[in-house]
């Protein structure tokens, strides 16, 4: 796991958080909603398929959102998001493993359990039909990518590199999201997707879904990550910040 100092002192106090939190004595076993599939009925509904994030608030951002998360995940739905992510992590970011429970319960779309899940026991804190690993986070990748789908879980695995995305691939990653924000500065640039999706080999590209992250919020910014290859976008401060509905269906509507 990557804790030097070149990270941002938020994102290592984060992963030390992480590091110390105990896991459940128990194995959790998923009957998953295909993400893909959810991807697929976006498009042919028109939609440009979004994971809207239910995200109470984070290291970089003002404030705290404090509607009740069932509420604003229907609400996204309603919107027309293809899927949700949703924080679990409680220090900095406000989340919970019952929110997600609430938000799974509550709607008919793939969740995304959206923490820093650095080893096996972590993952069963609760079920949720996809879970991220960040491959900069992760020693064993393979391992724990493949403990995940044991349980049922689908999984989205984060770079920001090409040697990051070369790395998720060859653990076998099928899911894939790309990071705009560097995790050590905190800091967004949209061309980190264009510049690394250039790595993902054309054989490899038609089995593969790409997902691009942070820094989407506006419809330029939706057609600049599809342009670049974008199967699907995860957007969390541009819905947040608002009207969740309004905004959800701002950055799915193709017209």
Same mark, same amino acid.
């Given at each position: 796991?990557?804790?030097?100092?070149?990270?941002?002192?938020?994102?290592?106090?984060?992963?030390?958080?992480?590091?110390?939190?105990?896991?459940?004595?128990?194995?959790?076993? $998923?009957?998953?909603?295909?993400?893909?599939?959810?991807?697929?009925?976006?498009?042919?509904?028109?939609? @440009?398929? #979004?994971?809207?994030? $239910?995200?109470?608030?984070?290291?970089?951002?003002?404030?705290?959102? *404090?509607?009740?998360? @069932?509420?604003?995940?229907?609400?996204?739905?309603?919107?027309?998001?293809?899927?949700?992510?949703?924080?679990?992590?409680?220090?900095?970011?406000?989340?919970?493993?019952? *929110?997600?429970?609430?938000?799974?319960?509550? #709607?008919? $779309?793939?969740?995304?359990?959206?923490?820093?899940?650095?080893?096996?026991?972590?993952?069963?804190?609760?079920?949720?039909?996809?879970?991220?690993?960040?491959?900069?986070?992760?020693?064993?990748?393979?391992?724990?990518?493949?403990?995940?789908? =044991? %349980?049922?879980?689908?999984?989205?695995?984060?770079?920001? *590199?090409?040697?990051?995305?070369?790395?998720?691939?060859?653990?076998?990653?099928?899911?894939?999201? @790309?990071?705009?924000?560097?995790?050590?500065?905190?800091?967004?640039?949209?061309? *980190?997707?264009?510049? #690394? $999706?250039?790595?993902?080999?054309?054989?490899?590209?038609?089995?593969?879904?790409?997902?691009?992250?942070?820094?989407?919020?506006?419809? =330029?910014? @939706?057609?600049?990550?599809?342009?670049?290859?974008?199967?699907?976008?995860?957007?969390?401060?541009?819905?947040?910040?608002?009207? #969740?509905?309004?905004?959800?269906? %701002?950055?799915?509507?193709?017209?």
């Amino acid at each position: 796991m990557d804790t030097s100092e070149e990270l941002a002192p938020a994102v290592r106090s984060i992963l030390a958080a992480a590091e110390a939190r105990t896991a459940p004595d128990r194995r959790v076993s $998923v009957d998953a909603r295909s993400l893909p599939a959810a991807f697929a009925a976006a498009e042919a509904d028109g939609r @440009v398929p #979004v994971v809207a994030e $239910v995200k109470p608030t984070s290291p970089t951002t003002d404030g705290e959102r *404090t509607d009740d998360p @069932v509420a604003l995940a229907e609400s996204m739905v309603a919107g027309g998001a293809a899927a949700l992510s949703v924080l679990t992590e409680p220090e900095h970011f406000g989340g919970s493993p019952e *929110t997600l429970r609430r938000v799974r319960a509550a #709607v008919d $779309v793939p969740v995304l359990r959206k923490d820093f899940v650095l080893r096996e026991g972590q993952l069963d804190v609760v079920e949720a039909d996809v879970v991220l690993l960040i491959a900069r986070f992760v020693d064993d990748l393979e391992g724990l990518l493949t403990a995940a789908r =044991e %349980r049922g879980f689908q999984v989205l695995v984060e770079a920001h *590199t090409p040697a990051e995305l070369e790395r998720a691939l060859a653990a076998g990653a099928d899911l894939v999201g @790309v990071n705009n924000r560097d995790l050590a500065e905190l800091e967004v640039d949209l061309g *980190t997707f264009e510049r #690394v $999706v250039e790595a993902v080999p054309a054989a490899t590209a038609e089995s593969v879904t790409l997902i691009a992250e942070s820094g989407i919020a506006t419809r =330029e910014t @939706v057609s600049r990550m599809r342009d670049a290859g974008a199967d699907g976008l995860l957007v969390g401060s541009a819905i947040m910040d608002g009207p #969740v509905r309004e905004n959800t269906e %701002r950055l799915t509507d193709v017209n």
